[in-house]
């Protein structure tokens, strides 16, 4: 089966490049209210689902144990840009659980906003694993490690008390069994499952109402949707797609970005959860599509639908600051 076009790239008035996919709508009863594509391929949800990985840490009262903050929560859901206040987050929740920088053990690159980066490189520093994008992550499953009196070293590895936990919820929310020959590593080292776009879409409607879930579930779920919404920078950063969605939506919507085209979300009063991926792995893609589906299914008001349009279209400008084309949904 071949995926649909869900994005375009136009140059001036004609169409340059085209990127397919699958996308799906769905209800927290599993009623599909829309889909393209081949819904049920496994893909791998990669960061997507960062905050179905992160209710461990709060169910297990390992977020209270160690005073976690809203900030800090958001954080942990988060693929930020390595600013400033992203790095300083990361290394406040560790030092709660009486850990520093050095129990990352998530790699080191250089921050994905350029002011960061040139910031570091005109110190004449190197990154550190606070930098990387997914250092929030990684200091949850520290305190997550450390809550549960375990041992934080290796909890990158899949049989660590960690990452059993996470698979766990992961397996619980999704419907989907997280396999071992499904299996692979993240960028950040932790192990992704493929799983399909049907359950990722039925975790997140899920994840958006508490339908099925037993109450600490679900107040873990609202915590982390309430944190995101009221720190809507942390969870990406300055000018990224889920930061500028979530200030102008607040609570009602859960996004999160996924490398390779993949996007995951909630829209808490409709009770629906989405899911999409580019074939082609491209994110500017899965963010027009993902702006789409969130406009066509969530009332707005027409301040919010004018707040909304730049995310649905994104303009491309050369090196003169020349608008030369957009990238926008198709159909």
Known sequence: MENPILAEVTRGDTVESRHRGAALVIDA??????????????????SAVKAIQALPLLESGAADRYGLTDQEIALAVSSHSGEPLHAETSLAMLRKAGREAGCLECGAHWPMNEAAARAIAKAGQEPSALNNNCSGKHAGFVCLACGLDEDPAGYIKPGHAVQQAVRGALEEVTGAVHSADRMGTDGCSIPTYAVPLRALALGFARFGTGHGFRAERAQAAARIRKAAALHPFLVAGTGRFDTRAMELLRERIFIKTGAEGVYCG???????????KCDDGAGRAAEVAMAALIARFLPMTEAEQAAFAPLRESVMKNWNGIEVGRVRAAG
Do not use: N, T, W
């Not at 009863?29 to 990669?46: E, N, Q, W």
């Not at 909630?266 to 999409?276: F, N, Q, R, T, V």
């Open 266 to 276: 909630s829209l808490p009063e409709l009770g629906y959860g989405i899911a999409l």
């Open 29 to 46: 009863d599993g009623a599909v209210v829309f889909s393209a594509g081949d819904i049920d391929r496994p893909v791998f949800p990669r």
